[in-house]
């Protein structure tokens, strides 16, 4: 099995940044992606930026520009780094890991923005 555990989540003001971690650990061999979705009240869950194992990322048109993510591979962690913030950024934010053909998630941490 495999554990996510996420920080960082919190309340700002617009304009302000939250740095997000996720921690993976458990019955991991590889990882061919990682990185954080988002899910708004009353809204499907969304991408938000995933990283390959090649090093390639993805973003959502909506947060580029503004966040980034990285990676530690050797420590198993992902960060995303979320800058100049606005209220369409509140949401819960989950860690997600995709081993072969297996899901991961983890249990969530809360963005709230405030105009």
């Known amino acids: 099995q495999v554990q996510l555990v996420e920080s960082g989540g919190g309340s700002v003001q617009a304009g302000g940044s939250l740095r997000l971690s996720c921690a993976a650990s458990g019955n991991i061999f590889t990882i061919d992606r990682m990185g954080w979705y988002r899910q708004a009240p009353g809204k499907q869950r969304e991408l938000v930026a995933d990283?390959?194992?090649?090093?390639?990322?993805n973003y959502a048109d909506s947060v580029k520009g503004r966040f980034t993510i990285s990676r530690d591979g050797a420590k198993r962690t992902v960060d995303l780094q979320m800058n100049n913030l606005n209220p369409e950024d509140t949401a819960v934010y989950y860690c997600?890991?995709?081993?072969?053909?297996?899901?991961?998630w983890g249990q969530g941490t809360h963005v709230t923005v405030s105009s």
């Open positions: 990283m390959f194992n090649s090093g390639s990322t």
């Open positions: 997600h890991l995709q081993q072969i053909a297996r899901q991961y």
